[in-house]
């Protein structure tokens, strides 16, 4: 996905749409709330995507590319790292604070399953920017690394 460097406006990212759904007052830590799930499954994060931010190994490719996605929309650029393959990871990543993830339309998978090495996703992105909203469609790839899901490389077509 898009980044562009480097913002560094953390704060700004956080205080998206996604905090304004978080439940506020009950004591729970950032973000495990019963907010949805940015990667829009229906669960709350914190039954979702967050266990995977939280180290809990994505059993299949989609759960990766899905768990990415969230990362993304909660401006998580050590687990967008974390989750690179080795031979495509950049070495850091500056999300734009500018550019809001909210909705991700998972459209095909090739396998990517328990048993499989290797494995593609094709999704739609949908964001919204100062430029206006905007959706990404790509195809992700995605290898097994030491036994863990790792994205490899996308083909990207943006349209806006
Ligand atoms: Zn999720």
Known sequence: ??????????????????????????????????????????????????????????????????????????????YLLETWHPSTRPTELDLDSDVRWYRLDIESRERGGMLDNGGLVTFTAWFRSTDGPGSLHETSRFAREGGAWRYVDGIVDTRR
Request: with cysteine.
């Open 1 to 78: 996905m898009p980044t562009r460097s480097p913002t560094g406006r953390l704060d700004k990212t956080l205080d998206m749409p996604i905090s304004l759904e978080r439940d506020g007052g009950h004591g729970c830590r950032r973000y495990r709330c019963r907010m949805r799930c940015p990667c829009g499954t229906g669960l709350p994060y914190g039954e979702c995507c967050e266990l995977l931010h939280l180290g809990t190994p994505a059993p299949t490719a989609e759960r990766l590319m899905r768990s990415r996605f969230s990362a993304f929309a909660v401006n998580l650029p050590d």
